[in-house]
């Protein structure tokens, strides 16, 4: 999962290294906008529906791992 994850994340940020640790706001530089289009992404990719109400609960990358894995 991290490494599909990580893969959709490098279209939407432009640093070196993503971690499961990795702050999505502060770490990766995702705007809200940024957020929405890569959440966006992710559901089509992986085929999973996300709930609007916890798209900004994700914090790091690894909320989001644990979520779709929950």
Excluded at 7 to 13: A, G, S
Excluded at 54 to 66: A, E, G, L, S
């Amino acid at each position: 999962m991290l490494e599909q994850i990580t893969e959709i994340l490098k279209n939407y940020c432009n640093v070196d290294q993503i971690t499961p640790q990795s702050y999505l706001k502060n770490d990766l530089g995702l705007d809200s906008l940024r957020l929405i289009n890569f959440i966006v992404e992710v559901e089509n990719s992986l085929n999973v529906v996300i709930n609007e109400s916890d798209i900004y609960r994700f914090m790091t990358v690894q909320d989001i791992i644990d979520y779709l894995e929950g």
